[in-house]
């Protein structure tokens, strides 16, 4: 089942897993596992750490742009990028039993994901985030409005999910556009109190 909220890792205030630990304990179940700059070796001990925590607390565990990880640790499913395997080549090699979703930054991207069937589409950025390198162009809300009128305009019906420098109190007003669901990352991970920060979020989505 997909969540309205996903929380995807960094290390920028400690190991991913730790980060993942607090939002689970915040009642997050659903956790991308994004690890960038690391050798094999150390990816998977870092993965099966993190995985370790989903099992601990039932949360689904996604991994970001790597198939042959999702495949050998056995992972709920995988993320993609727009400059990762293709969706419909990653549903081709995984079958139906994972979770595929992709990132989307325009309709036309939001319609070869859901021509490849995938389970849903993370679109962004919201707003400016550091906490990706290669950052597409901003949507904003008015970027959202256009992309969800031209969905159901083609009967398009996906789980969309926001991602991008999202703040607690956009949460409410995105979901209320029609979007799924929210995807945060730093919002979390530098908060004082990131258990805390985690129910928040939740709550917010409880509209």
Known sequence: MIQKVQFITNDFTR???ENAEL???GGIKWIQLRVKDSHDEDWLKIAEKTQDVCVKYGATFI???HIEFTQKLLADGVHLGLEDTP???ARTILGDQYIIGGT????EHILKHHQANVDYVGIGPFRFTNTKKKLSPILGVDG???LLEKLNQNNINLPLIAIGGIQINDIKHLMQLGLFGIAVSSLITTANDP???SESILKETEY
């Open 15 to 17: 190991p991913h897993w």
């Open 144 to 146: 959202y409005i256009q």
């Open 23 to 25: 939002a689970c304990k």
């Open 87 to 89: 969706t419909d080549q």
């Open 63 to 65: 991994i970001n742009d």
């Open 104 to 107: 989307a930054n325009t309709y």
């Open 195 to 197: 258990i805390k920060t």
